[in-house]
């Protein structure tokens, strides 16, 4: 009997126990305030993805397209927002792309101080940034500054950037031009 009844006090523990689906209900029935994520603002990851920001800015200076195309995600859920447009799958944004390289003779990219949150497998980074460009068509200077958000995921243990915004900023609203390099 005592081990009869050390079963039956066991299942009920056992049953007690919220289950994983019990789990996630609960916590999605909890306030918005219970469930605010809490972003990893330095360590490991955030240096990762910043030397990943690093490596582009440097690959897209030397436009070296097989560098800086080896950091984006190759699949049709990539997203790119520039000037030019909205650009949906990796197919499509790398045509625009490979389009803006081809019709330049020289270009630069500067990234501003970049602010860098990860959630998870998920990275956002927020910067501004400037292009200093000529265009093998005309030889006209195409300076360009604005802003950026990108967001990266962990893809086989490498961050890959997943979608890109880039605006550009109004003239003379950009502070690009007071930074130190």
């Known amino acids: 009997?005592?081990?009869s009844a050390a079963r039956k006090k066991s299942a009920k523990k056992a049953s007690a126990r919220p289950r994983p689906a019990k789990?996630?209900?609960r916590a999605l029935a909890r306030p918005a305030a219970a469930r605010t994520a809490h972003p990893q603002l330095a360590g490991p990851d955030v240096d990762a993805v910043l030397r990943i920001?690093?490596?582009m800015e440097k690959?897209?200076?030397d436009m070296?397209?097989?560098e800086l195309y080896s950091h984006y995600w190759h699949n049709d859920g990539f997203v790119l927002f520039t000037s030019r447009g909205a650009y949906y799958g990796w197919d499509e944004a790398k045509k625009m792309l490979d389009t803006y390289f081809n019709n330049l003779e020289e270009v630069s990219l500067k990234f501003?101080?970049?602010?860098?949150?990860?959630?998870?497998?998920?990275?956002?980074?927020?910067?501004?940034?400037?292009?200093d460009?000529?265009?093998k068509i005309d030889g006209t200077r195409l300076l360009r500054e604005g802003y950026g958000t990108d967001v990266f995921l962990l893809e086989n243990g490498a961050w890959k950037l997943y979608h890109n915004h880039a605006s550009l900023a109004r003239e003379g609203t950009s502070r690009m031009q007071n930074h130190p390099w």
């Open 1 to 3: 009997m005592k081990k």
């Open 133 to 135: 460009a000529r265009s």
């Open 64 to 66: 070296d397209l097989p």
């Open 59 to 61: 690959a897209w200076s």
């Open 53 to 55: 920001m690093d490596a």
């Open 23 to 25: 789990r996630a209900a």
């Open 112 to 131: 501003g101080p970049r602010k860098v949150r990860v959630f998870g497998d998920a990275a956002t980074v927020v910067y501004e940034w400037r292009t």
